[in-house]
T-cell receptor, first 116, second 112 residues
Framework: EPEVTQTPSHQVTQMGQEVILRCVPI?????FYWYRQILGQKVEFLVS????????KSEIFDDQFSVERPDGSNFTLKIRSTKLEDSAMYFC??????????????FGEGSRLTVL | DQQVKQNSPSLSVQEGRISILNCDYT??????FLWYKKYPAEGPTFLIS?????DKNEDGRFTVFLNKSAKHLSLHIVPSQPGDSAVYFC???????????FGTGTRLTVIP
């Protein structure tokens, strides 16, 4: 069964360092997302991406964050200068249709980011 | 800003009985609701959804009920099985938007 894969599964970094989290969405999906979950809190939307551009982003997704689809398969989330509060589990997701057309999301297993 | 609320952090149910997980929302613009299940060390997995034009959607052992006037939805699992033990997230979206608003989750434990 096709699945969304994420790497790394866990990354530890020093505050102020750049981090890139990688995702390979399901191959025929057109919409891509990043969500995050701070320990003990709810899953929060960061950004959605369609047709090689950001379609929506939340207040969390500030100038320190960027997303890219560098080739036909990878979808990356970059945090330029990590802060302690960026420590969280980051989930990549993809869908065939956007939520406006009621397509459900398929999530990866997550990348745990720990900022020291 | 908790637009989607799951007030019960945990629920324990005997195997074979009904599990009822509840969710409340505050944004009347939400028109699509989903339930996701999450096992430890895995991402959320889509379970069932309902559009605001319906009040019930059933898929096997899982049924979601929507009460728009009360801004409340619930997930019924009948009969509950030990493999259903997981964290269940309620989520909602506004038509035309691509983002989901999640609740904080309810940890369901089905006791054999």
């Amino acid at each position: 069964e096709p699945e969304v894969t994420q790497t790394p599964s866990h990354q530890v970094t020093q505050m102020g360092q750049e981090v890139i989290l990688r995702c390979v969405p399901i191959s025929n999906h057109l919409y891509f997302y990043w969500y995050r979950q701070i320990l003990g809190q709810k899953v929060e939307f960061l950004v959605s991406f369609y047709n090689n551009e950001i379609s929506e982003k939340s207040e969390i997704f500030d100038d320190q964050f960027s997303v890219e689809r560098p080739d036909g398969s990878n979808f990356t989330l970059k945090i330029r200068s990590t802060k302690l509060e960026d420590s969280a589990m980051y989930f990549c997701a993809s869908s065939v249709k956007g939520l406006a057309n009621t397509g459900e999301l398929f999530f990866g297993e997550g990348s745990r980011l720990t900022v020291l | 800003d908790q637009q989607v609320k799951q007030n019960s952090p945990s629920l324990s149910v005997q195997e074979g009985r009904i599990s009822i997980l509840n969710c409340d929302y505050t944004n009347s613009m939400f028109d699509y609701f989903l339930w996701y299940k999450k096992y430890p060390a895995e991402g959320p997995t889509f379970l069932i959804s309902i559009s605001s034009i319906k009040d019930k959607n059933e898929d096997g052992r899982f049924t979601v009920f929507l009460n728009k006037s009360a801004k409340h939805l619930s997930l019924h699992i009948v009969p509950s099985q030990p493999g259903d033990s997981a964290v269940y997230f309620c989520a909602a979206s506004v038509g035309g938007a691509n983002n989901l608003f999640f609740g904080t989750g309810t940890r369901l434990t089905v006791i054999p």
